[in-house]
Structures are given as structure tokens and as C-alpha cells.
């Protein structure tokens, strides 16, 4: 695969800010010293900042992707609530593959409320490697024994309510739906898919609960971040798959001796019961986990992941005119492992995974992210707005 093309991103990224910068209204200012965005009133006024850029993943090939990050205030003139955002793409690839893709992240009422999500449409070429570590790793990708042709949409959201000064409680929908054409002979014989069928259709309702002490929730330099999330499926809501998953996620940040250098990490695990369908098993090589394995490759009933990243922001040799040290460039590093398995007890084999990338600051403390990853005989190139968690 060649990635001589993704240098291109950096000036792409640049001209579309610079260009339409000014026609919109668009500031990048960099982050004060201990200090949020939404603290200072200058930065009150909704922004909208466009990206277009290259990207390639082992999934959907080189593609190309348009899109934005809008921030927004609720309430624009309270300044103790802090800047929502909605990060957006749409992206086309040479093989056929459509994305589209939002991930809304709304405060209200001086944060007393908050309410997040995931939009997703995907129509494209897909690869599936049975269920299972065996299967995964041994069936090889090809037109006979793992492509097919898959249209899938989501719509996850959380609604949470502060109850207590880092504690947030609150209710969880998933809807989605997967329908699967031109299967391979390998497919129309596995046990799973002749269970669950081709078209598959879920719809979800759960809890919430969170600790959240992060400074900022999209890019946070300190703090820590768990959370618990059950959403069960079934035939009450109209569906004939009866399901459940639950979902553990813990995230601590530390400032290492200045504002902008952060160690981050993340261990996180994702546990089905009762009869999971197979397009809604727990999938591990995601762009939001271990980045560079082929999205779907790796699946079973549970999962679990770790990983250690490294954020670094540059400083710049004369304050800006916030008097801010800090540069709107910086880079990343990252090493992680994870595994499928069909319970907790026989999670055996573990995937590598480590990588690098590159950050544009062009939102306060809101950055575009260029990253590289590597996995075990994988590889793959991800653009996209704000840290992977």
C-alpha cells in the first residue's frame, strides 16, 4: 500500500481553514495555561472549521474525506458551560465505499445535562472472517471466502444528567440495522449468518453512568473518566434478536510538567449475552481502538483492549496573543493490545498494536488528527476530528 499521497493532508487542511476561515468566522486560538476554551468570553461565538483530506485504511482503501467540526454554546452567554461540539465527515473511496459519519458531544444548562452519540452510514465492500480468534485470524480476505456487500446504518445516543459533582446518570438508545448482498460461498454456509439471516435490525434501550472529573471531555489533559453502559434488545421494541451488551470504559489523563504533554491510557471492555447477532458481536481494530487492523476482521461475543498514548503539543518560541506558549502542533504515539473472545475466561490471544500522529489545533483544544497505524500484518491511515478517547 502507498502513503506517499497522505502527505498532501497537511497543506490540504491549511488552505480549507485559511480559505474559508475568514468567510466564516473562524478563529484557532490556543489554550491559556490551565484554562478551558469556554472561559474566555472572546471564544463565546460559534465556529465552524471545514477539513478536506486524503485518508487509507485497510477497510475502504484510499479515500477521500470533506467534513467540519462545529462548536457551539447552548447557552452562548453563560461562561461556565463548555463548548459542545459536533464533529462531521463524509468520505468516498476507491473502492466504492460511502461514509458518513457525525458525533455530536451537547452540554446544556452549565452542564447539569449532557448528550452524546453516534451517527453512521456506511455502503461498502466488506470483509467477514467467521466468529471467533480461529476463524479471524486463519480464514484469508478474498472474493470467495470473506467479501461481501454490506449496508449499515446506526444511531447510538446517551442522555445524562448530573447527580453528583463528577457523577452522571442517564438512559442509552441504539437503533441500527445491517443488510448483507452478494455473499461468498463461505458466508452462505456459516453457522451464525444462517441463524441471524442477512438483514439484521436491532433497537436498544439501556443505562448510563458516569464519573467524569476530565478538564475537557473531547481532548482532556487531567482527569479520570469511567463508565458503565447496559443496553438490551429484544422483541419489546419490535425486534426479533433478544440481546444484551454491556460496556466498561476507564480513561485517566496526567499532565507530564506542563500544559499540552499528556499521558493517556484506556482499558475498555465490551460483553454480549444471550444470542448476539453476528453483524452486532464485539469487533476489535476499529479507527476509535486499535487503529490499522481491517474494521470487523477481528469478532466475538466480548472484547477488551488497552492502551497507552503520549500527547504532546508543541511550544512556541513567542506567545500568541493570548500569551499562550503553546503551539498549534503536536503529535502522538501510542502502543496497545486487545483480543476477542466468547467469554471473559479465554481471552488467549492477544493482537499488537502501536502507532503515530500527527495534530492541527484549529478549534481551542479541538484538533484535526492524522494517525498511523500498525497491527499485526496491518497497517492504516485515519483523519478525523478530536482524540481517539
Known amino acids: ?111 447539569k445535562y449532557r448528550a452524546y452519540g453516534d451517527i453512521w452510514v456506511k455502503r461498502m465492500p466488506d470483509n467477514y472472517f467467521g466468529v471467533g480468534y480461529e476463524d479471524n485470524s486463519t480464514i484469508p480476505k478474498g472474493s470467495e471466502t470473506s467479501a461481501y456487500k454490506r449496508n449499515w446504518w ?38 451464525q449468518i444462517m441463524l441471524d439471516g442477512r438483514e439484521v435490525q436491532n433497537r436498544g434501550l439501556g443505562f448510563n453512568i458516569e464519573y467524569d472529573s476530565r478538564d475537557l471531555a473531547v481532548n482532556a489533559y487531567k482527569g479520570l473518566f469511567l463508565n458503565l453502559n447496559g443496553t438490551y434488545y429484544g422483541e419489546y421494541l419490535g425486534t426479533p434478536y433478544n440481546y444484551g451488551i454491556y460496556i466498561l470504559d476507564y480513561r485517566q489523563y496526567v499532565k507530564i510538567k506542563r500544559q499540552g504533554r499528556t499521558l493517556a491510557w484506556q482499558v475498555k471492555g465490551r460483553f454480549g449475552f444471550h444470542e448476539v447477532p453476528w453483524p452486532e458481536l464485539s469487533q476489535l481494530g476499529t479507527p476509535f481502538d486499535l487503529r490499522g487492523y481491517l474494521w470487523g476482521r477481528y469478532r466475538d461475543r466480548e472484547m477488551i483492549f488497552g492502551i497507552v498514548e503520549y500527547r504532546h503539543m508543541f511550544k512556541r518560541k513567542t506567545p500568541d496573543e493570548d500569551g499562550s506558549m503553546i503551539s498549534r502542533h503536536g503529535f502522538v504515539t501510542w502502543v496497545g493490545t486487545g483480543s476477542v473472545a466468547p467469554d471473559i475466561s479465554t481471552f488467549d490471544h492477544w493482537l499488537p498494536n502501536a502507532g503515530v500522529g500527527y495534530r492541527l489545533e484549529v478549534q481551542p483544544r479541538m484538533n484535526v488528527r492524522l494517525d498511523f497505524g500498525v497491527g499485526k500484518k496491518a497497517t492504516g491511515v485515519y483523519v478525523s476530528f478530536n482524540e481517539v478517547f
Request: hydrophobic content about 40%.
Open 1 to 111: 500500500m502507498k502513503y506517499s499521497h497522505i502527505a498532501c493532508i497537511f497543506l490540504l487542511i491549511v488552505v480549507c481553514q485559511h480559505t474559508f476561515g475568514q468567510i466564516l468566522n473562524i478563529g484557532s486560538a490556543d489554550e491559556e495555561k490551565d484554562t478551558l476554551p469556554d472561559q474566555n468570553s472572546k471564544r463565546f461565538k460559534a465556529r465552524f472549521t471545514p477539513f478536506l483530506a486524503p485518508a487509507v485504511s485497510p477497510e475502504t482503501d484510499f479515500m477521500l474525506l470533506a467534513g467540519g467540526l462545529f462548536s457551539f454554546k447552548v447557552e452562548p452567554l453563560d461562561p461556565l458551560l463548555t463548548q459542545s461540539s459536533v464533529p462531521f465527515s463524509l468520505g468516498y473511496s476507491t473502492n466504492k465505499s460511502l461514509l458518513i459519519n457525525f458525533r455530536p458531544y451537547i452540554y446544556f444548562t452549565r452542564d
Open 154 to 191: 446506526q444511531l447510538n445516543f446517551r442522555l445524562n444528567r448530573r447527580v453528583a459533582k463528577h457523577f452522571f446518570a442517564g438512559l442509552a438508545a441504539d437503533f441500527n440495522k445491517t443488510s448483507a448482498s452478494n455473499l461468498n460461498s463461505v458466508m452462505t454456509g456459516d453457522e
